[in-house]
């Protein structure tokens, strides 16, 4: 979707939160990352203030039940709850769109070159179509669908990643065309086979894009070993990579609901509350993020 294709992406049940105080100074405490990793979450606080023209006098707290480095879009649905617990917090009233131009400010230092389907997906929930310069699709499921999400147990560089597709498209560009046509038709079929709760024919077509992003280079040999292995058990297999823990499987859920509108500030509180699902990719012409 990077290059021009549709692509389809879902929020799961595995969360950011966030929360937001005022203070006499901009603070930012996580226990999940060290503080140089850090430097994003206070690009997004720092350009929502600006925005307002206003000093950042606020602490956030991030907790967190995504791994970063993971595939799960752990940095996209951190950028969207501390915009939307800062939002919360001096009553700004964001809305979606607000929440994703202020996510992406941070996930440019993350990646570089968004293109915003993980801030998107994270700000709507729910499962969407996404074309990057289009309004996003929701895809209303019947019910909820249960994945199963493989970890590796390494980390990557989603950034490194997409220059790795840019080195496609620019050595293969006939090539790299037909792969993003055939995405698009590949993430309405995964639309469809959603909606009828056909997990067989989802499975079958994930694994079609996981070999198209294998072809670009986007996953290693050891996502590959796992797909082949996951194949041979059932035919339903999409990899991901996820950074300091043990290589293991995680069932995820996914469904058709968006995201309830943000809680308003209560009274003298000074309390600010944001709460963001991470993302799942399940077809396009990208990493997973």
């Known amino acids: 979707m990077v290059?021009?294709?549709?692509?389809?992406?879902?929020?799961?049940?595995?969360?950011?939160?966030?929360?937001?105080?005022?203070?006499?100074?901009l603070a930012i405490d996580s226990r999940l990352r060290r503080p140089e990793e850090l430097v994003p979450a206070r690009k997004v606080v720092e350009s929502l203030y600006k925005a307002k023209k206003a000093e950042p006098r606020v602490s956030i707290s991030i907790t967190s039940t995504l791994a970063d480095g993971a595939g799960l879009g752990s940095s996209a649905a951190t950028m969207i709850a501390i915009a939307g617990a800062t939002s919360a917090l001096e009553g700004w009233g964001l809305d979606q769109t607000a929440l994703v131009r202020a996510g992406?400010?941070?996930?440019?230092?993350?990646?570089?070159?968004?293109?915003?389907v993980d801030a998107t997906t994270s700000a709507m929930g729910g499962v969407i179509l996404f074309k990057k310069g289009e309004e996003p699709r929701r895809v209303e499921l019947r019910a909820p669908v249960t994945l199963l999400v493989v970890f590796s147990g390494r980390r990557r560089n989603t950034g490194r990643l997409i220059g790795r597709v840019a080195g496609m498209k620019e050595t293969y560009p006939s090539l790299f065309a037909s792969l993003c046509e055939s995405a698009t038709l590949v993430s309405g079929l995964c639309a469809?086979?959603?909606v009828k709760g056909d997990t067989a024919a989802l499975g079958r077509l994930m694994t079609y894009s996981h070999a198209v992003l294998a072809r670009a280079g986007n996953h290693q040999w050891q996502a590959n070993g796992g797909v082949a292995?996951?194949?041979?058990?059932?035919?339903?297999?999409?990899?991901?990579?996820?950074g300091r823990q043990r290589a293991g499987q995680l069932p995820v859920q996914i469904d058709?609901?968006?995201v309830p509108p943000a809680p308003r500030q209560r009274g003298a509180t000074h309390v600010g509350r944001g709460e963001r699902d991470g993302e799942r990719g399940l077809a396009g012409p990208r990493p997973p993020a």
Do not use: C, F, M, Y
Not at 5 to 23: F, G, H, L, N, P
Not at 233 to 241: F, K, Y
């Open 229 to 242: 292995q996951l194949n041979h058990q059932r035919p339903a297999a999409q990899p991901t990579r996820l």
């Open 256 to 258: 058709g609901h968006g």
């Open 3 to 25: 290059h021009g294709a549709t692509a389809i992406a879902a929020a799961i049940e595995r969360k950011v939160r966030v929360e937001a105080t005022k203070s006499d100074r």
């Open 104 to 116: 992406e400010a941070g996930e440019k230092l993350v990646h570089g070159n968004p293109s915003g």
């Open 192 to 194: 469809e086979a959603l």
